[in-house]
């Protein structure tokens, strides 16, 4: 388990109100929190509620944002996005299991074997700045080589966000495989496999979490 609650550069103020926060984290900050416990191998997350006086003391972000606080309802939405990305992957993230970790330009990279026929990439972008109350990350674009563990004979490479499924340019030399990171923003999953079937696997689970659960939950009546 791993509760994503505050992130490093979210104030408090102790005195002022009981429950200590002056705001909400931003959509960003959330991501990052988030996509970090994954990539440390967290298999299950839980979110905080950040009850924020005088907003909404009790219930937190989630009655905020039905009260239309438009922080909260930023905050709430992005959650949603997030969650979706996270149930497309559940069922191979919840097998998987952190081989490596890498640092490329800033970026942390986590490579998460699951079984013997997939990895899964978890990128963690931690260049970004400040500029008044908004997270700007750095956009990173990289060309990322990786060893293929044996016996994970590549047959296709796919990024994925909340929005659906992209493919990803990559060069298979031998045993070593060359991926092309274009335009990162705060993190990214992509997925290299042997099955050829498992774009079309993830992309069907996606349609049926929207049909089932409904995509304003998700984000925010917007596909």
Not at 175 to 183: H, M, R, S
Request: proline share 6%; net charge positive; glycine share 8%.
């Amino acid at each position: 388990f791993r509760s994503v609650q505050a992130f490093r550069k979210c104030p408090t103020l102790k005195k002022k109100y009981s429950s200590g926060w002056i705001r909400f984290p931003l959509p960003d900050e959330e991501r990052l929190m988030v996509y970090d416990a994954v990539a440390n191998g967290a298999k299950k997350i839980y979110y905080f509620s950040y009850p924020i006086e005088p907003w909404e003391p009790t219930e937190g972000v989630g009655t905020a944002a039905l009260l239309g606080i438009p922080e909260a309802v930023a905050l709430w939405q992005e959650i949603g996005r997030i969650n979706l990305e996270l149930n497309m992957l559940g069922p191979w993230l919840a097998k998987g299991c952190v081989s490596e970790q890498r640092t490329v330009d800033k970026v942390r990279i986590s490579r998460i074997l699951v079984g013997d026929d997939t990895v899964i990439l978890v990128l963690v972008n931690t260049d970004y700045h400040y500029t008044g109350e908004k997270l700007v990350p750095t956009a990173k674009s990289f060309i990322f080589p990786m060893p293929v563990p044996r016996p994970l004979e590549v047959k296709d490479v796919f990024g994925l966000t909340y929005a659906g499924i992209s493919n990803i340019k990559y060069n298979v030399s031998g045993e070593n495989l060359a991926l092309t990171v274009d335009d990162l923003k705060t993190s990214g999953i992509i997925i290299v496999t042997a099955n050829p079937e498992l774009k079309k696997q993830i992309a069907e689970r996606r349609n049926e979490i929207l049909k089932n659960s409904g995509q304003n939950q998700f984000m925010g009546g917007k596909e």
